[in-house]
Structure formats: C-alpha cells, structure tokens
C-alpha cells in the first residue's frame, strides 16, 4: 500500500496534539506562541513602538514643556500656575518656545519607544501561558522590565539632555544652540557619565511607570474581554484609549515623586545634591512635602493623553501587523 493512501492516512494521528496557541495566537495584538513568536512579537515591538513614539511626542510636548518648567521652579512666586506657566514663556519667546527642546525628545522618543514595546513584548512572550493569559506578578515583571530597559538604553542620555536644554533657558544668556550643540557641550564638560545624571532615580521612575502602566491596561483588557485573549483584537479603540488614560492617571499619581527627584537631579544645578537619596532629603526639608508633586496636574494632563494615544496607536498597527507578518 502507498505511504499516500488516504485510507492509511486517515487512520494516522500524531502523537503531538495540537497546542492551544496554535489555534489563538492571532487573536491578541500582544499575543506571542514560544520562543519564535516571542521574537516576532519583539520585532514588531520595536517597529510598531517606535513609529507610536514619534507621532504621540508631536502632539503632547507642550504639556512636557510646562510640567519641567514648574519642577524646576524652586523659588515660589515665579510661575503661578500651568496657565501662568504658559503665558510666561509665549510673552517671552513665542509660541515656539512652547516647543524648547523638541527636537530632544523627539530624537528619544522614537528610540525610547521602540524599546519599551520590544521588551514588553520579550518579556511577555517569555512568561505568558500556552494560551497568552498572563499572571498579575507576570504583567508586572514585564512592564518593570520595559521600564528598566528603556531607562537604561535611551530616557537617562535623553532626559538629561532634555532637562538641561529647558533649564538652560532659564538662565540670563542661554549656551545650548541646538540638539548636537547641546551634547556635544555636555559630553565635553562632564564626559558620558554627564549624559546619565540621574541614572538611579530614572531607572526607578521608569520601572515603577511602565510597572504600573502595563499591569493596569492588561488588568482592564482581562476584565473587559472576560479574560478571553482571542477577543482581544475586538476591543473598540476608544476602549482602548480610556485604559491608556487611566493607566497613565494611575502611573502619575504613583511615580511623579520620583520623577521630581529625576528632573532635579538632571538640572544645571544638579552639582548640589550628592546622590538621589541626598536630593530627596533637600527637597523634604527646604521645600517641602507638596514640592515633591510640583507640576502633577500638567504631567497628568500630558501622561493620560499621551499614554491613550500610544495605546490606541501601538494596537491598531499591531492589529495590522499581526495579520501581515503571523
């Protein structure tokens, strides 16, 4: 008899079933089958991440930019508020000056971005179960993981830069001419190790944001799609952005401490503190308690449209890119 007989071969089953997420693993934009689709899911990470960074930073900066301004406001009585904020820097440099520093993040943001979904995606193909579910700790060591990735590899040199381009505004006679200009200047003053100010301080602001952020949205979506990954994909965008929102309003409230540390320690005058812990300690006792969440309504302004929009933007191009590249 032939090895093709169809009567032979009906007979035939394979001893290896076939694996749930064979059936499922179109259904979720982050979904990810084993090693291979742990790598894909990465790679498309990193495209989808990226191109989300450089379309949400266009569109928010504005609120980036007063957020820094009113941290680094340290004598009480300069800027009043966000609209005072504001309308300080059009009177003074227009409305581009809104804009001050663009140029940094934007050459971040897309690096940062990139980062920060392809190690999502990295982690969570490595820890989720046969069917993509993953546990409460698993979304958490996966979004603690995206946050310290990206903290290392691009928001330090780029924060850095970033912070001191803003700051250096303030001062009477301004000596950054642009973005090359400005590191070029850093580099040459304080060496590398002058773009990682405030290394420690970013790395636990970034990993307790992304923390934060990620468990939350992969919480909601559990919840909203009764913990069926396959639905995943049927979420209603504007769903998707109010988690994004929401992720963003709870990754605020619980970091911007931490980000106040951060920003201080990579002024002009971060020569002042010793350490991180030593620029907490200076902020408690010459500022204050409420000094430590200066500038929280507009960073929550900022993070809860910006953290809806990348949502809203990373799923729909995962969607897409999930149906061309499996």
Sequence with gaps: MSSRDPARASRFQSPFPRRPWEDQRHGSPYMAAGAGGATNSSL?????????????????YPTEYVKTQLQLDEKVGKYKGIVDCTQQTVKERGLGGLYR???VLLYGSIPKSAVRFGAFEQFKGLMAAPDGSLSLGAKM????????SEAVLVVTPMETVKVKFINDQRSANPKFRGFFHGVKHIIAEKGI??????????????????????SVVE???????????AKRKDIPLYVTGAIGAFAGACSVLGNTPLDVVKTRMQGLDAQKYKNTWDCAK??????GARAFYKGTIPRMSRVCLDVGITFVIYDSFMIYFNKIWP
């Design 141 to 148: 060591l996966c979004g603690l993981g995206a946050g310290v």
């Design 101 to 103: 520093g663009l140029s």
């Design 282 to 287: 200076q902020i408690w006792y010459n500022e």
């Design 44 to 60: 498309k990470g990193i495209i989808v991440g990226g191109i989300t960074g450089g379309i949400e930073i266009c569109i928010t």
């Design 219 to 229: 919480c909601l979506k559990d919840w909203y799609t009764g913990y069926d990954t």
């Design 193 to 214: 190790r002058g773009t990682y100010q405030g290394v420690t301080a970013t790395i636990m602001k970034q990993g307790s944001n992304q923390l934060i952020r990620f």
